[in-house]
């Protein structure tokens, strides 16, 4: 049944933090069938916010979630957090079967190698620091490498702090968490190839690290990579729950009508 401005919009919570959740809530502005609300972890300083409400701050574990959703009569749940959010993922699965909730992971397709690329694919953040340890492998001279795995992930390098680090973060580190030989970049995506390139050249880089994120937006210091024929130490994707998925925020619409449909179909 087509949506009727006369029926209640479908109540549904997007959880985001990534380009992914906002590219949905604008989606959701302009959808009068819907009433979304977008959560935030509330980590990042200064988010760009949608024109939708947004709550910010951890729920309090799966009760804490499952409270909410009831409080909020939550109909259905888009988990469009950060591939590497596994832990709010799992919270969601969790508190979504339990309340017989419709879920969704809206998640970017993670990247592959070419041909050209030298990706050597770890994990997790503590086996990519225990290869730049290796005193047999990477371990064995200093080396300059570029590290793009987030502000608060930095403590396992402490483990390898003979080499130097070129941290890039949209916040800056707290200072304690910092191997010693550590210069810190303060800088939001999206990044263009000439500039990650000449970036990567005026650093010297010998190595890059990086979690499969996925999406374009932080992809062209790979393609610099590629062209420096730099290696790159490739932390992958934590496991997620089962649920149904998409890849982009107009399959996630597509979704979310058919979930406004079968709805009022059962509330007529
Ligand atoms: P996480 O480990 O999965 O979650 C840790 C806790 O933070 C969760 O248990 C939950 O607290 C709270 N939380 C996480 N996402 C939330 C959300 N969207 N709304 C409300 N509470 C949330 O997550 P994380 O890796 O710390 O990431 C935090 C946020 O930053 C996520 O929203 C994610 O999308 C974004 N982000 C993460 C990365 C990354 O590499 N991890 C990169 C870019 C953006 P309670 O248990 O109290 O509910």
Known sequence: MPFSAALSPLPVLILGGTTEASGLCHLLEQAPAFAPTLSLA????NPHLPDIPVRQGGFGGVEGLKDWLRNNTIRAVIDATHPFAATM?????KACAELALPLLRLERPVWHPTAEDNWQSVPNLTAAASLLADPTGYGKHPLRVFLTTGRKEVAPFCAAPHHFYLLRSIDAPDPVTLPPQTM???ARGP???AAELAMMQAHHIDVLITKNSGGYATFPKLEAARALHCPVIMVERPPHPICARVETPEEAMVWLQAHQAASTLRDV
């Open 42 to 45: 509330g980590v990042t300083k």
């Open 184 to 186: 810190c970049l303060s």
């Open 89 to 93: 993922s799992q919270h969601a699965a």
């Open 191 to 193: 990044f263009d190839y």
